[in-house]
């Protein structure tokens, strides 16, 4: 059974960073795709950053480009986020998610982790 666990959110000033953190259990991050996702109050989750593991491929959304960097222990079987330059838009709960590709859209992924929120005050 694959589980993925979030962690490392919380409330921080605008301007500052976080490290968000996906534990991986029951699969292998070697192969297939890793992406994380977010999702604000009233609107639709997003796609923030994803990552093609056998590759190490990337794609950022545009709103995140320059300031958040994906990346992943295949050792640990951890994948990462760093967060920079935190705004206050970047609020919402962050998820992390598997699958057999890395792809820009939710449906296209197996497996999802349970959420972290962050929120950045202004």
């Known amino acids: 059974q694959v589980q993925l666990v979030e962690s490392g959110g919380g409330l921080v000033q605008a301007g500052g960073s976080l490290r968000l953190s996906c534990a991986v259990s029951?699969?292998?991050?070697?192969?297939?795709?890793m992406g994380w996702f977010r999702q604000a109050p009233g609107k639709e989750r997003e796609l923030v950053a994803a990552i093609r593991l056998n590759g190490g491929g990337t794609y950022y959304a545009d709103s995140v480009k320059g300031r958040f960097t994906i990346s992943r222990d295949n050792a640990k079987n951890m994948m990462y986020l760093q967060m920079n330059s935190l705004k206050p838009e970047d609020t919402a709960v962050y998820y992390c998610?598997?699958?057999?590709?890395?792809?820009?859209?939710?449906?296209?992924?197996?497996?999802w982790g349970q959420g972290t929120q962050v929120t950045v005050s202004s």
């Open positions: 029951g699969r292998t991050i070697s192969s297939g795709g």
């Open positions: 998610a598997a699958g057999r590709y890395a792809a820009i859209t939710a449906p296209a992924y197996d497996d």
